[in-house]
Each structure stands twice: as C-alpha cells, then as structure tokens.
C-alpha cells in the first residue's frame, strides 16, 4: 500500500516535550521542548554559550536521539532512519564553521554534491548548482578553488549548496560567525528573498532582527518565547558619524 501523501500545510517540523541527555551527564540539556516550525515561518534563538542550541539542531535533523518526547514531519511521527530521511529531504543545515561543511575541491562539484546525493542526473544536479550560486551572488565562481576563498565566500558556497537542495526550511548554525559586515548584509538580504521556513541560531542579535520574526531562548533546559522589544541593548562606533547610517 502506497504512503497517502505528505500534508505541506502542516507544520515541517513538530517538537512534543523533546528531552535529551548526553551520555555519562547527570544533567539534561533539555527537559521538554515544544517547537513548531511552520512553511515560510522565521524564528530566531539565541542565548548563551552551552544552553544547547547547537545540540537543538542535531536533535531536529536526527544526528542525536532524543532521550523522551516525539518529533512530527508534516504531522507523522518519525521513528526510524527512513523517517529521518525523509524529513532530511525538507531541511537544509547551515553549519557554523563552512570548512566543515565543504567536501570538494571546486565550488560547482561543492554545491552540486547535494543534487546529486537527491538522485539527480549529473547534467540537471550542475543546473541545480549554477543557479544556487548565481542566487547568493556567486555566478562566475564554479571553477574556483574552494580552499582558496575568503571566509564569507565559503559561507555563501555552502549556502549555496543548501539551496541547491531545493529545502522547504533552513536551520542555520550561528551563520554570522566571522563574516565581515558586507557578507552579513548580504546573507541577510538572500535570506528575505527566499521561500523557506528558517530557523537561525545566532548571539548576533542585530541579524536576528533582521530575518526573523519570533524569538526563542533556552533556560532551564526549555524552549521560551521572547518579546523582541526585551531582547537587548547595545552601543557601537563608526569611523564616519556625519553621515547616516
């Protein structure tokens, strides 16, 4: 019998009072966490170092196993490794650090990796991938040398090799981390323009507001709303003040 097919107006993703434990701690990193991501939905999480976004994430795309609680893809639990795959094929993980998500010494056989792994022909997976980077601002770069790109380069390449993917949501990994304000400009601006749900864990709170539209923390091994009028205060300098910005 034929799987009834997948519901995409229900939620992508569905935490149910999710815990976790790593193994030989005597302490949960969480206790019950509900979250719901919906399709185009944008939340932003922050907090500090340790309070077990990173880890949230592993948790949301199966790379750790929850110690309790249920997780949902488009409404069905997911159980097994097939079931996983499945709610793999709608997500797209960002990691923090891009050296560690490159595998390929030029940035189209990158990018096109990800199309080819969905079982995409080699001629369509290279279409997929030149207009990921022709999205996110990399047209002209296929031949280039991964390991030779600046650090706001290689983030975009692994962007692009997400997108390329065609995910209905993105889980982002602290994607601001060492990027230059010009690149960080510019992920935001990609990001405004695409389709996708996107969770984006990050301390940059500035960011946040700008590609997100709820807000979440992690205290005491739970997931909290946050009001975005609470969230911070903050001062900064600039070379030029005379002139607006």
């Known amino acids: 019998m034929s799987e009834a097919p997948a519901d995409f107006a229900a939620p992508i993703i569905e935490l149910r ?23 185009g939905q944008r939340l932003g999480l922050f907090g500090p170092n340790g ?15 929850t110690s309790s609680g249920e997780i949902l893809h488009r409404g069905r639990p997911v159980r097994s490794e097939s079931d996983f795959a499945a709610l793999r094929r709608e997500l797209g993980l960002l990691l923090q650090n891009a050296d560690d998500q490159i595998l390929f010494p030029t940035v189209l056989d990158d990018v096109a990796f990800g199309p080819l792994n969905l079982g995409l022909k080699p001629a369509e997976a290279e279409r997929e991938a030149r207009a990921a980077l022709a ?39 602290e994607p601001t981390a060492s990027l230059d304000p010009a690149t960080r400009d510019r992920l935001a601006h990609i990001l405004a323009h695409l389709d996708a749900a996107v969770l984006t864990v990050s301390h940059d709170w500035d960011f946040l507001n700008l590609v997100a539209s709820d807000y979440y923390t992690i205290e005491h091994g739970r997931l ?18 005379e002139q607006p910005h």
Do not use: N
Not at 142 to 162: D, F, I
Not at 224 to 238: D, I, K, S
């Open 135 to 173: 999205f996110v601002g990399l047209e002209g770069f296929e031949e280039r040398l991964s390991h030779k790109l600046s650090g706001g380069e290689k983030k975009l390449v692994t962007l692009a090799g997400v997108l390329a993917m065609r995910p209905r949501a993105l889980l982002l990994d």
């Open 51 to 65: 309070c077990g976004k990173t880890t949230l994430l592993s948790v949301m795309t199966g790379l750790r196993p």
């Open 17 to 39: 009072r999710i815990g976790f434990r790593y193994p030989l701690e005597s302490a949960p990193v969480f206790e019950s966490v509900d979250l719901t991501l919906m399709p």
């Open 224 to 241: 909290v709303r946050e009001a975005a009028a609470q969230l911070h205060w903050h001062a900064h300098a600039h070379p030029h003040p």
